[in-house]
C-alpha cells in the first residue's frame, strides 16, 4: 500500500495522503458502524452534565470515598 505522508517544517507528521481505494473501503466501513451504532451527538447539557459528573467523581477520589483502578483494566472491559 503506497501512503504517503506530509510533515511540517519540524519533521512531525502532521498528514497522510492515503489511495482512493483505501479512503472508500474506511468510509464505508465508517457508515456501516455509524448505522449499526446510531450515534448521536450530545447536546450541550448532557456534555455539561458530564463533565459536572467527572468532576465530582474527582472529589471523591481525592477525598478517598471513591476506588480509582488502572486504564489497562478499564480498556479491557471496553
Known sequence: ??????????????????????????????????????????SKEEIKRNIRQGLKELKLIKEGKLQTRPAKEFLNEV
Do not use: C, H
Open 1 to 42: 500500500m503506497n501512503l504517503q505522508y506530509i510533515a511540517d517544517k519540524n519533521g512531525n507528521t502532521i498528514s497522510v495522503v492515503v489511495p482512493i481505494s483505501l479512503w472508500e473501503r474506511i468510509r464505508n466501513k465508517y457508515q456501516r458502524m455509524d448505522e449499526e451504532f446510531d450515534f448521536e451527538e450530545p
